[in-house]
């Protein structure tokens, strides 16, 4: 069964408070995506990488980095966590693009992150 | 500007009836439409992928309709269970070719089912 596992499912941090949240997936997915989910907001993308150590910034990347070290893993870093940047967060892994599939999204569980 | 809207924003049915979901995009060029169930605290599961060639299609229960012309798609549920029970969300994917095709999200249809 094809699987994206998130390391934390709620998180509480202070302000100021260095915050990482780590994305694995098990199906040798060349994309990587982080999304952060708000309500009446949609999904809105901060990064997503198409390579190992690659990245590229999405819609809302402003207190945002990455890290793709290896192509099963990206994690999603706030430097210095702000209350704005409380919000349940997803990760998502797809194909290179191409083929009768392409773009389906397989996400995790999220990481519900609350900063104090 | 590339949009999708997605109507009702919430909807409440009686378990067993039917309901129809609505989703209104201006994306351009277009690839593909995906409907993803959320079911609550939990990460989104495609339904479902309509291309331009496709009217409809169906996923057990499900079964999605496209418009490539109004640009205009539904899902529509019959015989709705307690476990539909969750947001259905609409992404429209962009042509702009390579791995970075653009994908616009709507922002859902909650929906519940009662008992």
């Known amino acids: 069964d094809v699987k994206v596992t998130q390391s934390s499912r709620y998180l509480v941090k202070r302000t100021g408070e260095k915050v990482f949240l780590e994305c694995v997936q098990d199906m040798d997915h060349e994309n990587m995506f982080w999304y952060r989910q708000d309500p009446g907001l949609g999904l809105r993308l901060i990064y997503f990488s198409y390579d190992v150590k690659m990245k590229e910034k999405g819609d809302i990347p402003e207190g945002y980095s990455v890290s793709r070290e290896k192509k099963e893993r990206f994690s999603l870093i706030l430097e210095s966590a702000s209350t704005n940047q409380t919000s349940m967060y997803l990760c998502a892994s797809s194909r290179l693009a191409g083929g009768p599939n392409t773009g389906e999204l397989f996400f995790g569980e999220g990481s519900r992150l609350t900063v104090l | 500007k590339n949009q999708v809207e997605q109507s009702p924003q919430s909807l409440i049915i009686l378990e067993g009836k039917n309901c129809t979901l609505q989703c209104n995009y201006t994306v351009s060029p277009f690839s593909n439409l995906r409907w993803y169930k959320q079911d609550t605290g939990r990460g989104p599961v495609s339904l479902t992928i309509?291309?331009?060639?496709?009217n409809t299609k169906s996923n057990g229960r499900y079964t999605a309709t496209l418009d490539a012309d109004t640009k205009q798609s539904s899902l529509h549920i019959t015989a709705s269970q307690l476990s539909d029970s969750a947001s259905y969300i609409c992404?429209?994917?962009?042509?702009?070719?390579?791995?970075?095709?653009?994908?616009?999200f709507g922002t859902g249809t909650l929906l519940a089912v009662q008992p």
């Open positions: 309509m291309t331009f060639s496709e």
């Open positions: 992404v429209v994917r962009a042509r702009y070719g390579g791995a970075t095709n653009k994908l616009i």
